[in-house]
């Protein structure tokens, strides 16, 4: 039995028990009006990503209630498997002292050293994601 590629489309459940289990994934923005992607490491929370970057940065300033998407894949190139997520929301700064220090233990530290004065959000609006997995092609 040959086994073929095959594209299935991805439930809003599976998108987020995916990024639950993901640690670095991109923030796209709009960076003078022209699209710009970061790497972050990231947490799910809910149905939020968080994440943690320095003042000044062009992640900062997403943080005043930009539209920004947040994309996260896994990839096995050789398998020619994976996954990728994209999700749309509404970037804000978390502020509220409470939530800031339940979230302490569990936001990994950005990879550039002093990056963690601020905490943003993208709460997931649209989630919409895709599996890239083996299917039987049919019997031999």
Not at 1 to 12: K, P
Not at 17 to 23: P, Q, S, T
């Amino acid at each position: 039995m040959a086994e073929t590629a095959e594209l299935v489309e991805l439930d809003r459940g599976t998108c987020l028990r995916l990024l639950a289990h993901g640690v670095v994934g991109r923030v796209v923005f709009t960076d003078a009006a022209l699209p710009a992607a970061q790497p972050v490491n990231y947490v799910l929370d809910g149905e939020e990503i968080l994440f943690r970057t320095a003042g000044g940065t062009k992640l900062a300033a997403v943080a005043r209630r930009a539209v920004v998407a947040f994309q996260a894949d896994a990839i096995d190139p050789g398998a020619h498997i994976g996954w990728s997520v994209l999700g749309i929301g509404e970037a804000y700064e978390v502020t509220d002292t409470d939530r800031l220090a339940d979230l302490a233990a569990r936001l990994p530290a950005p990879w550039a050293p002093g990056r963690t004065a601020h905490t943003i959000a993208i709460p997931l609006s649209k989630l919409t994601g895709r599996r890239l997995c083996l299917a039987d092609a049919g019997t031999g």
